[in-house]
């Protein structure tokens, strides 16, 4: 029995999943991420509230403005259309919103 030669199977797996990359990436299914898709929008900081405290804020507003969307807090930019992405703290978890329902995870 005379052996196979492996490498046209090998070139043809290669060939089809870069094909299949390719396909999806091209129809939006895939994206691949750059690095002005993680930019930093701004700075926050949390200012606490105690009752009988009073606290000084800028008269001037914010160029963000905040929506609750899904019951997740989303930010959008008033200066740079289209800019608009999700509140989240330092270990990347979004700030959820009151006043709507929490998506729950069905079981």
Not at 15 to 33: D, E, K, R
Not at 38 to 57: N, Q, R, S, V
Not at 84 to 98: E, H, I, P, T, Y
Request: with cysteine.
């Amino acid at each position: 029995m005379s052996e196979r030669n492996p490498l046209p199977l090998i070139v043809t797996g290669i060939c089809s999943i870069l094909g299949t990359v390719l396909v999806l990436w091209y129809y939006g299914y895939l994206h691949f991420a750059k690095e002005e898709d993680a930019l930093l929008l701004a700075e926050f900081t949390m200012l606490k509230t105690l009752p009988g405290e009073d606290y000084k804020i800028s008269l001037q507003p914010a160029a963000q403005m905040a929506q609750c969307m899904d019951g997740v807090l989303v930010l959008f930019d008033t200066q740079q259309k289209g800019l608009s992405g999700v509140l989240v703290d330092n270990r990347k978890q979004a700030v959820r919103c009151v006043g709507q329902d929490t998506p729950q995870v069905e079981q």
